[in-house]
């Protein structure tokens, strides 16, 4: 068997390449790294394009090229806002152009928690790429536990401090604004208070457990945030238990039209 690997050059090609992978993922979790670092580790070590999405496709961190892009635009594995189309992409592997893109759940303790996708346009991806992929998969679900750990800390945190401002508890207009400031918020102009959540009556409809719906809040926040930093990065938006605060900036002298029109944009993106 060992000769057999030996007189195939693709196979010690794509060991070599799972090896330089596994020494890179070790001195990333070692150093505290993030997706990005992760997408950009696994698409140098294995020569394909990258991309952790969450779990219903949102980027959240990639490595590809324009080239790369274009090609699973062309695919029809993008959709107009960017969302990867990881309901059309298989495990297996799904054709891109003259080469392939396949999927992985990337999972910890049952939940799941992101999408990897790995792109390579010019010819399949070696099986042991993608024993590769796998182990990438494995590292960044420890990432990912960890960032959304820390993640939860921190919006219960802000959610606290907007909560007291609200109520007129959290101190002088100065300090709510110096304070907003740790978080990268911008108190101090004239902004809207959104308060979305998610449809009741099609949640009840879908009788859903308790850790669905968790999920379902979860990505729903993450969705504002994300939206609502691509406007501008300062915009206060925080969770609370069903539903989602966020604090959009307006101008007074544009009138009330332009505040709704602004909330409508952001309702469409989101």
Not at 16 to 21: G, T
Not at 129 to 137: G, K, T
Not at 178 to 194: I, K, S
Request: glycine fraction near 8%.
């Amino acid at each position: 068997m060992g000769q057999d690997l030996m007189n195939d050059p693709e196979a010690v090609a794509a060991l070599e390449r799972a090896d330089a992978l596994h020494t890179a993922l070790t001195h990333i979790v070692l150093e505290g790294g993030d997706l990005a670092r992760i997408a950009e580790a696994v698409g140098d070590a294995l020569g394909c394009g990258v991309v952790f999405t969450s779990t219903d496709g949102r980027e959240r961190a990639a490595h590809l090229d324009e080239a790369q892009r274009a090609a699973m635009t062309d695919a029809d594995l993008l959709d107009p806002t960017g969302r990867v189309r990881v309901e059309r992409i298989d495990p297996d592997g799904t054709a891109v152009g003259d080469g392939e893109a396949l999927v992985r759940r990337v999972v910890a303790a049952g939940v799941d928690l992101a999408r990897l996708v790995a792109l390579r346009p010019d010819g399949r991806i070696h099986s042991s790429d993608v024993h590769a992929l796998e182990r990438a998969a494995i590292v960044a679900a420890l990432l990912v536990t960890r960032v959304e750990a820390i993640t939860a800390v921190e919006n219960k945190y802000r959610g606290d401090f907007l909560r007291d401002v609200f109520l007129g508890r959290a101190g002088e207009e100065d300090y709510v604004a110096e304070h907003a400031q740790a978080f990268g918020w911008q108190l101090d102009r004239p902004v809207m208070v959104v308060v979305a959540v998610l449809d009741p009556d099609a949640i009840a409809a879908l009788k859903p457990t308790a850790e669905d719906r968790r999920a379902w809040n979860d990505r729903f926040a993450h969705a504002w945030r994300q939206v609502a930093a691509t406007v501008d990065h300062t915009i206060a938006s925080v969770a609370f238990s069903r539903e989602v605060v966020t604090l959009v900036p307006v101008d007074p002298s544009a009138g009330a039209a332009a505040g709704h029109a602004e909330v409508d944009r952001l309702t469409e993106a989101v």
